[in-house]
T-cell receptor, first 114, second 111 residues
């Protein structure tokens, strides 16, 4: 069974640009969550999608957005990039119907903003 | 507001030693607690999931316990090996579809 796939693995962008990251969950999983990991703040929740609907959102500015497609694949977009957006972005997949299910993470996308 | 703390922040032990990593949380109203491992620059690998109604879970050399009333979980690693070197993270899930993570324990097992 394939795991969670995130693409691309690495990205370098310039301040002011925008970026789109992609996440393909485990087959059959309908919930996709996104997290940002930085040395200073640790792992912070961005948002979670289930069946194309955003169920929960973290405390990030509106420059961070996401969506989920009918095949459960998800994308997150960051507009007007800032240096502080440099981070490892992780995607998690779970069946999603209940709160007590296990989450599985991808390898992440390393975003560097210069 | 839920806060998750992991102590110690870093740990260095000789190979073969048994060790315990600690995770504490401030709000006992959780659905589950999950332990993860993270290698440098990589994603998270799920180690053990403990439901709120469970006291412990075991997988190979790993054993995780949960004491919800006191807001504590421990991850016990038996007979540590250099390949166990990584950062270990605990995370709790409450009444929302998100995990709240601890800051991690960076483990180094010396050969």
């Amino acid at each position: 069974k394939a795991g969670v796939t995130q693409t691309p693995r690495y990205l370098i962008k310039t301040r002011g640009q925008q970026v789109t990251l992609s996440c393909s969950p485990i087959s059959g999983h309908r919930s996709v969550s996104w997290y940002q990991q930085t040395p200073g703040q640790g792992l912070q929740f961005l948002f979670e999608y289930f069946s194309e609907t955003q169920r929960n959102k973290g405390n990030f500015p509106g420059r961070f957005s996401g969506r989920q497609f009918s095949n459960s694949r998800s994308e997150m977009n960051v507009s007007t990039l800032e240096l502080g957006d440099s981070a490892l972005y992780l995607c998690a997949s779970s069946p999603g119907q209940r709160l007590n299910t296990e989450a599985f993470f991808g390898q992440g996308t390393r975003l560097t903003v210069v | 507001k839920q806060e998750v703390t992991q102590i110690p922040a870093a740990l260095s032990v000789p190979e073969g030693e048994n060790l315990v990593l600690n995770c504490s949380f401030t709000d006992s109203a959780i659905y589950n607690l999950q332990w993860f491992r993270q290698d440098p620059g990589k994603g998270l690998t799920s180690l053990l999931l403990i439901q709120s109604s469970q006291r412990e879970q075991t997988s190979g050399r790993l054993n995780a316990s949960l004491d919800k009333s006191s807001g504590r979980s421990t991850l016990y690693i038996a007979a540590s090996q250099p390949g166990d070197s990584a950062t270990y993270l605990c995370a709790v899930r409450q009444g929302t579809y998100k995990y709240i993570f601890g800051t991690g324990t960076r483990l180094k097992v010396l050969a």
